[in-house]
């Protein structure tokens, strides 16, 4: 009885000096989370052509250009460079595309953003972006709406149109197999 004691006792003092018992702690919920859309949106169509992870930054009071600067290549989104995943060949306007992944770039303007594929992965933003490793450029046209968009977000249209939206701003890039 004594040494069962004495274990005990043991294994207490063990477990309250070790340090790897302490809670984990996890990093703050960030201020750009994480999304992804896919295409066909339907949740029950597993038959998904591509696939875009993205993090959705927000306005908080500050203007679109200066988020997403005219005229300077922007990672479309923030934290990681966004990536699409394309299931299947596809055209990025008039350039084939093989099925793989690829970072999705922009260069906004005024009526048309160059939308870019790269394929650089894994990348922090737009601050290693290297031209020479494009797969290919896009022109994609600028509507306005009226709503006003408070986190940057990209979706699809039933035709697999994408379309990205922040503050007014939308950009539209259709999409064919």
Excluded at 16 to 37: G, I, R, Y
Excluded at 42 to 68: E, F, H, W
Excluded at 74 to 101: L, Q
């Amino acid at each position: 009885m004594k040494l069962l004691k004495a274990t005990v006792f043991c294994l207490l003092v063990a477990f309250s000096v070790n340090t790897e018992m302490h809670a984990q702690k996890f990093s703050k919920l960030d201020k750009s989370p994480m999304d992804a859309v896919s295409f066909p949106t339907s949740s029950k169509d597993t038959n998904k052509s591509m696939k875009v992870i993205y993090s959705r930054p927000q306005l908080n009071g500050r203007a679109l250009s200066d988020l997403a600067p005219l005229g300077k290549v922007w990672r479309t989104g923030a934290n990681e460079s966004t990536e699409i995943t394309f299931y299947k060949d596809t055209h990025f306007g008039d350039t084939p595309i093989k099925a793989g992944t690829y970072s999705f770039f922009a260069i906004p303007g005024e009526k048309t953003w160059t939308l870019i594929l790269n394929k650089d992965l894994n990348a922090w933003g737009a601050y290693s972006y290297n031209a020479d490793h494009d797969v290919a450029r896009a022109t994609a046209l600028v509507s306005v709406d009226a709503e006003s968009i408070e986190a940057f977000s990209i979706g699809f249209d039933a035709q697999g149109t994408m379309v990205l939206a922040w503050d007014t701003t939308r950009v539209s890039m259709p999409f064919k197999s």
